[in-house]
């Protein structure tokens, strides 16, 4: 018999490493089930009114099963919040392939934006907590600053190849566009849980003479 024994003939043919992996496996997912009940009842109640409880209600699990992948209800508000900007990267990078010395391409990100605000749980829950932040007693990512960079970044380059006016100042109408979006995801979430949103940032994008929407 050789001195060498087979991993796989341990705990009927399932080896240590493929337990180990399986076992990684399954917390994902819990983890990931309980973030999804997370987002939706923190978009839907809001961060102040919603409980420990409520979220493994949502995710079908008990308390214990939460507190083992999240210490608090802050923890999960800061997990939910890094989702809420992870999926704005994530709706935005196909506008990204295109060419990003046009105003098009601004127009594509502020576009998608608005329909992740109406579309994503994660991006409603995100919004909604940055709202809250006084109310979460943990530090959370300072408020659209990435976006805003972009923002600018795709507006320098269009000025940089004679698509934007020297006299614009990209920076000034970077946050000027940010802060109209923004408000408009706010205020249609208020008035028309957010139904309304795309439409209103085409109107934004209609008052600006040096962007032009496309056909839709």
């Not at 009927?12 to 992996?21: K, Q, R, W, Y």
């Not at 909604?128 to 979460?136: F, G, N, T, V």
Request: net charge negative; glycine share 6%.
């Amino acid at each position: 018999m050789s001195e060498h024994s087979d991993a796989t003939h341990i705990s009927g043919g399932t080896s240590v490493d493929d337990t180990s992996h399986l076992k990684q496996e399954r917390a994902i997912r819990t983890r990931r089930t309980i973030l999804d009940a997370a987002a939706e009842v923190f978009a839907r109640h809001g961060y102040p009114n919603v409980t420990i409880k409520d979220i493994a209600d949502g995710a079908e699990m008990t308390k214990g099963a939460v507190y083992f992948h999240f210490s608090n209800k802050e923890a999960l508000a800061v997990a939910v919040t890094e989702e809420f900007y992870r999926r704005l990267n994530e709706i935005v990078s196909p506008a990204l392939e295109g060419d990003h010395s046009s105003p098009s391409t601004v127009v594509d990100v502020l576009l998608r934006t608005a329909g992740g605000f109406r579309d994503d749980v994660y991006v409603k829950a995100g919004a909604r907590l940055q709202i809250e932040r006084p109310y979460i007693k943990a530090e959370m990512p300072v408020p659209y600053v990435g976006f805003t960079s972009l923002i600018v970044e795709l507006l320098q380059e269009c000025q940089a190849a004679g698509r934007l006016p020297e006299s614009a100042a990209p920076k000034a109408l970077a946050r000027v566009l940010v802060s109209a979006l923004f408000g408009a995801q706010h205020i249609s979430w208020v008035q028309n849980d957010r139904a309304d949103i795309v439409e209103r940032v085409e109107e934004i994008l209609d008052a600006f003479a040096l962007l032009s929407v496309p056909a839709r």
